[in-house]
């Protein structure tokens, strides 16, 4: 167990969150893919957004289950496919229709000063 506390780690995630909106601001789905950078940057936030959330305590996920907890703590899971490469298809769709309601949902659980 980490010594920092949910604060923090709620921080990481929000950070990471950000650094992808900024990494895909002005970009389209075939722009995207053409950009293995910003796919390469995209995948190791989401991967940190994972780690994060698994050090996220019992209690703030028990206090705040509208927050998709399980499902971030799984999000490497949920990209790579048995080892042969990440589904691009599905990181699209989790930074575009699912990371900017989990930021709302984390800045009203910790807003940011």
């Known amino acids: 167990m980490s010594d ?3 604060v923090a780690f709620l921080a990481d995630i929000r950070e990471a969150i950000r650094r992808i909106d900024k990494y895909v601001d002005g970009l389209n789905y075939d722009a995207f893919l053409a950009d293995t950078k910003t796919q390469d940057a995209v995948v190791r936030n989401l991967e940190i957004i994972g780690e994060a959330v698994k050090n996220v305590s019992e209690e703030l996920r028990w ?3 509208a927050v998709p907890w399980k499902e971030l703590a799984g999000l490497r899971d949920k990209l790579i496919h048995h080892y042969f490469g990440v589904n ?3 990181v699209w769709n989790i930074i575009t229709e699912e990371l ?4 709302e949902q984390l800045d ?3 807003p940011e000063s």
């Open 4 to 6: 920092r506390g949910d």
């Open 63 to 65: 206090n705040y289950p």
């Open 88 to 90: 691009f298809d599905i």
């Open 100 to 103: 900017p309601d989990i930021y």
């Open 108 to 110: 009203d659980i910790f």
